[in-house]
Each structure stands twice: as structure tokens, then as C-alpha cells.
């Protein structure tokens, strides 16, 4: 999906994904090579790999490495759990190409927005101090799906760019923008010294309004899932607070169709005692979309029709269109490979943001910099 968003003004040389089903996605789309690979594609896990596997000079890497160890879902680990600690091995790659006079000139990095303040934000120190390190400007901004599509997605997007490269000024503020949240603003000033000599506050416009609705996204009539029984639906409402059921009964009472979404999620009751709870809302925008470790994670659709309310699984088109993916994408036959494919993705419209409004420029200030 950050290849959708960058689009065909770059050309993608080197890819790398170590999962045999989300890498077929990756084939079934952009087209096969030879076995294990997809042309540009090495299905391998980044720690087998050295810098003589990536081909030439790139202009720019971009890598959005495991999250689970930074996110609030997560245990916690941080980058040196088994997941997110995936970070090092890439930087590695990054450090070894940097010697061998190859480093890209543009990295970006891209995570949950919990990586801002994992460990106390000793692991965001850690990340710019090492991209700063091997000799990039620096900074970091928060961009949420919301800006483009039906679904809450914030996501954080470190980007560094090498030392050598002339940096439009108008790429650049002076200071924070909507951009950069508190907790993002926090970590700046936390940052020693020279970090914050190294920092790039970067600077995007604000996109238009978004218009698109969690109903225009839904299907009556929906492929690779069904409706739910009465009775399985029955079950989830009985799993509402009284806040969330007042939510459905506001919703039938309104007399017109509308959709929403459940997660059930684990709360602690009035005893302390952990409880099953199905959150529910109707604000025509979904939830973030997660992997499927196990049934709280998926995301339930709910249908409010006067007193009929059904419900079912969130359908992998629908989920698909929720990141932004054209129609023509093909889908994983299981279930759940799709769902873990998109839940675990980034959302195309804002990748392809940050991409028109500050990587390309980026780029064309390197092109200018060369014909000079």
C-alpha cells in the first residue's frame, strides 16, 4: 500500500516482505517474477538480508515495520520487542548503504503513533537519533486516515532527509503546524540538543474536507462474509453499556438507515472484574482497522433500519476501500489473510499526501541539486 501511494512517479527497484501471503497480494497485483521474488520483491525476513541484496542507488527507502511492540494493544516491548525490534536489522541495511556511498536520499519511517511515547519516548529518541546520526535532517508528523477516508487511523511518518540535500524552504516551518500533535511536540522538546538542532519541523497543507462515509462504504449484499443470525446479533447488543445501547436506541429512533461499527473490547465492571463489553458508534466513520489476533480485534458492521438491526463481519472490499485501495485490487481468498492484509497496511490517499506534497518535492530538489 505505500506503493500505491507513492505512485508511478517513482520506480520501485527493491521490495521486501517476509509473510508468504501478504507478499502474494503484493505479486497478484504488481505482477510475478521468478520464484520467491516478484521482480523487485524478495520475500525474506530483513534480517537475512545484507546490502548487496538491494540493487543501485534509491533515492528514497521507506519501511513501516512492525508496530505490535509500540502500540497501546501491544505488550509493550518497544524496539526491542520480537516484532518492532525488526527496526534495527533495517537500519542496519540503511547504515551499511550509507558507508558504501549508496544511502538513499530520502527514509521514511512509518508507525502507529503509540511509537511517539513507547518507553517513555525512549524508543522515538532512539529511532531520530540514529536516523540523524548516519547524516539526515530529521522530523516527524502524525497523519490520520481521517483526513481522506471514512476510518480513524492516525499514523506516525518519520522522515529524514540526507544532510547533503537541499531542502525547499517552503518544505519547512518554523515551528509546530496541525501536523504535529502535543504528544509529538513533547518528544521534540525531550529530544537533546543536537537531535533538536537536527530537526525538521516538516511542513504539508491541510488537505481538503473529507466527505466520504462509512455508508457509502458498506454493501447490502457483500462478498466473503454473511449476515449474522438474530440471535448472534441479540448477543452482541446484550453486550452494550447502558451508554452504548442509549446509541442504538438513538439510531433506530432516527427512522433512517444507519450503519455503524462494534468492537467488542475488555473492560473492567463495577466489581473491578474484567468484562466482555461491544462498543458501538454511529458517527459514519469505523474504527482503525486491526490484524484478526482473535474475534475482539475484527470489526462488526451494524445495520439500524427503524427497529431492525442486523449485524456481520466488516467484508474485505469494504475494508479494502476503508485504506484507500482502488477496486481493481485483488483479494485474499481467506477471510482473514485479507483482513490481516489491510488491517496491517497503510491508508493509500495518505501515503499519497505526504508523498505530492513533501517527498516528491524532495526528490526534484536532489534532480535540481545533480543537473547543477
Known amino acids: 500500500m505505500a506503493r500505491l501511494g507513492l505512485g508511478t512517479h517513482w520506480k520501485c527497484v527493491f521490495a521486501n516482505e517476509w509473510c508468504e501471503k501478504k507478499a502474494r497480494a503484493y505479486q497478484d497485483h504488481f505482477g510475478r517474477g521468478e520464484p520467491r521474488k516478484s521482480g523487485e520483491l524478495v520475500i525474506s525476513d530483513v534480517a537475512n538480508l545484507t546490502t548487496q541484496d538491494v540493487p543501485g542507488h534509491a533515492d528514497l527507502a521507506w519501511a513501516s515495520f512492525p508496530c505490535q511492540d509500540l502500540s497501546l494493544a501491544g505488550a509493550g516491548a518497544g524496539l526491542k520487542g520480537e516484532r518492532s525490534g525488526t527496526f534495527t536489522p533495517f537500519w542496519k541495511l540503511m547504515e551499511g548503504l550509507v558507508k558504501e556511498g549508496r544511502g538513499p536520499q530520502i527514509i521514511v519511517l512509518e508507525n502507529v503513533a503509540g511509537a511517539i511515547t513507547s518507553h517513555g519516548g525512549k524508543d522515538f529518541r532512539q529511532i ?10 530529521v522530523g516527524a508528523m502524525v497523519i490520520d ?20 540535500l537541499g531542502i525547499p524552504s517552503d ?3 518554523a515551528g ?39 455508508s457509502d462504504v458498506i454493501e447490502d449484499k457483500p462478498s466473503g ?6 440471535e448472534h446479533t441479540r448477543y452482541l ?3 452494550m453499556s447502558d451508554l452504548n445501547r442509549r446509541k ?3 439510531a433506530k429512533a432516527s427512522g433512517r438507515r444507519r450503519v ?17 463489553r461491544a462498543e458501538v458508534r454511529f458517527d459514519d466513520v469505523a474504527g482503525c482497522l486491526r490484524t484478526p489476533v482473535g474475534g475482539s480485534s475484527r470489526q462488526t458492521v451494524i445495520l439500524v433500519e427503524g427497529n431492525k438491526v442486523r449485524s456481520r463481519l466488516l467484508a474485505p472490499r469494504e475494508a479494502a476501500r476503508l485504506m484507500g485501495v482502488p477496486e481493481n485490487y485483488p483479494m485474499p481468498d481467506n477471510y482473514n489473510e485479507a483482513y490481516h492484509l489491510f488491517g496491517d497496511g497503510l491508508a493509500v490517499p495518505a501515503v499519497s499526501w505526504l508523498n505530492d506534497h513533501l517527498l516528491l518535492r524532495l526528490a526534484e530538489a536532489r534532480e535540481q541539486q545533480a543537473a547543477a
Do not use: C
Open 128 to 137: 531520530v537519533g540514529q536516523v540523524s546520526g548516519a547524516g539526515y535532517r
Open 145 to 164: 486516515a481521517l483526513r481522506f477516508l471514512p476510518q480513524s487511523r492516525p499514523r506516525l511518518f518519520i522522515v529524514g532527509a540526507a544532510d547533503r
Open 171 to 173: 518544505a519547512t516551518h
Open 176 to 214: 509546530p503546524t496541525g501536523w504535529h500533535p502535543g504528544a509529538l511536540k513533547q518528544a521534540y522538546e525531550n529530544l537533546p540538543g543536537d537531535l533538536q538542532r537536527n530537526w525538521v519541523w516538516w511542513n504539508l497543507p491541510e488537505p481538503p474536507d473529507m466527505t466520504a462515509k462509512l
Open 225 to 230: 462474509v454473511t449476515w449474522h443470525s438474530l
Open 237 to 239: 447488543i446484550s453486550l
Open 248 to 250: 442504538l436506541d438513538a
Open 260 to 276: 455503524g461499527t462494534i468492537y467488542r473490547r475488555t473492560r473492567p465492571n463495577e466489581d473491578g472484574e474484567k468484562q466482555q
